[in-house]
């Protein structure tokens, strides 16, 4: 058999889609790391902070490179919610716009941080900035900086218990009316 017949013949990876906010790109750093052979990450390039310019970009960048659900194909907008009533409303836009078309927005609050943080601990604690989750954080993770690039893997042993303490976040808040 051919070298061109067998590369037709392998199975393509599923691709991963991801609109973060922002240069520090937080979120993909942690995603590349993650351990999923079966998966490639594809960041979607913008510097947007706005959620709605954030989906258009994502929804762009998965028809340019033939995104396909049946392949295992998913994407998702990453925001932070970052306690500001303004971006609530730029959010429920973002959902809008992303509704029936194979995307999903989601929502950090106050910050992508949260997640890292849940890791360790489980917490109920209402933030008042970005800055004290990642003080928070930083005191169970001396290292962290929003461009530290080992995160998935000094944090990988610990994903089960993260999983546990955000469902547990979210079950909190949707019996306090938060969610």
């Known amino acids: 058999m051919t070298r061109e017949k067998k590369r037709n013949k392998r199975k393509r990876k599923s691709i991963l889609f991801l609109s973060c906010e922002g240069r520090n790109r937080t979120e993909i750093l942690y995603f590349k790391k993650s351990n999923d052979s079966n998966v490639n990450v594809k960041d979607v390039k913008g510097n947007d902070t706005d959620p709605e310019k954030m989906v258009k970009h994502l929804l762009q960048e998965m028809q340019e490179c033939d995104f396909d659900p049946k392949l295992g194909d998913r994407a998702f907008c990453l925001v932070d919610a970052d ?32 997640w890292f943080l849940c890791h360790y601990v489980f917490s109920t604690a ?7 989750v990642i003080e928070k954080l930083i005191s169970y993770h001396p290292n962290f900086s929003k461009s530290y690039p080992n995160m998935a893997l000094d944090l990988e042993s610990k994903v089960g218990q993260a999983i546990k303490n955000a469902k547990k976040l979210e079950k909190h808040c949707i019996c306090n009316g938060k969610k």
């Open 126 to 132: 209402q933030f008042r900035s970005n800055d004290e």
């Open 83 to 114: 306690l500001d009533p303004k971006k609530d409303k730029q959010i429920r836009r973002a959902d809008k716009l992303a509704e029936g078309k194979n995307a999903e927005v989601i929502v950090s609050n106050p910050c992508f941080e949260v």
